[in-house]
């Protein structure tokens, strides 16, 4: 249904104000309007929020999974935070459908209901299991296979845009965090994030 691609993780930059370089033969740049405010990724949280935490996660990431409660909630709490998810599908070919899939929910206005229903499934999914999840939580596999293949070209350049920052970023695992100008390669406790996001304000 999905066209389907692997992602390997690598690379190697620093963050550091307006730009990100990425060096190690991977010579591009990352501009700071393309990572916090990049059209097509998806935002929850409050969109007019003065910090920005950024998440590049995996649905298959169990670590991604058991925080993203905790990550809603001081969200939700604080009420000036945009949260933008970044998807980053480096467990294979059911990561990469489980990301389509979310993202091509988000084209028909379903994109919360669609996340939330692969955060809450175990850590490891197969493609079926991506579908049952979704269809578990109301959606329809046609709508949603319809909204991925007339969006195709859209939803491909954002993975890739993601996979481009990763690397840029020098992350080598999910989730990962970009929040104000520092990056957290690695997962947060609830200490953590709420340091990181009073560092971000100052």
Known sequence: MFSRRDFMA?????????????????????STDEVFF????????????????????????PYCKTSHAMVKKIVANDGDIRLVLKDWPIFGGASVFAAQAVLGAAQIGKYEVAMEALMKTKARISENDVENA?????LAMKDIAAAVNSNNRKISALLDRNYRQALAFNFVGTPSFVIGKT???????????????????S
């Open 134 to 138: 979704l269809t578990g939580a109301g």
């Open 183 to 201: 990056i957290y390669p690695g997962v947060l406790d609830e200490k953590g994030l709420k340091a990181a996001i009073k560092q971000a304000r």
């Open 10 to 30: 690598g690379g190697l930059a620093a963050f550091s104000g307006a730009l990100v370089s990425a060096g190690d033969g991977f010579a591009q740049q990352v």
């Open 38 to 61: 990049d059209r097509d990724a998806p935002v929850l949280g409050n969109p007019k929020g003065k910090v920005t935490i950024v998440e590049y996660f995996d649905y298959q990431c």
